[in-house]
């Protein structure tokens, strides 16, 4: 069955960084698009940063310039590279594929204090 394990984050004050990592128990993991997504309680979760098999990415407008999302197809390994922190990014973040997504890990929560 699919897993995904999301480990790396923590307390960070603002303007901090951190770097999150998803490893994906999953077939063919190199074929598909990976996400990172956030969610905070009460709320919709919500993808921040995607890169497809190629390596191309794209990032919600809030993380850009902020967040890089990275892949290591012969790990299986997704990464998440914060910096710039900024309160408003506590959550607990999440990876995943994105077009056909399995069952959600229990994610990593970051917390920004000002």
């Known amino acids: 069955q699919d897993q995904f394990v999301e480990s790396g984050g923590g307390k960070v004050q603002q303007g901090g960084s951190l770097r999150l990592s998803c490893e994906a128990s999953?077939?063919?993991?190199?074929?598909?698009?990976m996400g990172w997504y956030r969610q905070n309680p009460g709320e919709a979760r919500e993808w921040v940063a995607l890169?497809?098999?190629?390596?191309?990415?794209d990032y919600k407008d809030f993380v850009k310039g902020r967040f890089t999302i990275s892949r290591d197809n012969g790990k299986n390994m997704v990464y998440l590279q914060m910096d710039t922190l900024k309160p408003e990014d506590t959550a607990v973040y999440y990876c995943n594929r994105h077009h056909t997504q399995g069952p959600w890990g229990q994610g990593t929560q970051v917390t920004v204090s000002p």
């Open positions: 999953i077939w063919s993991f190199y074929a598909y698009t």
């Open positions: 890169i497809d098999p190629d390596g191309l990415t």
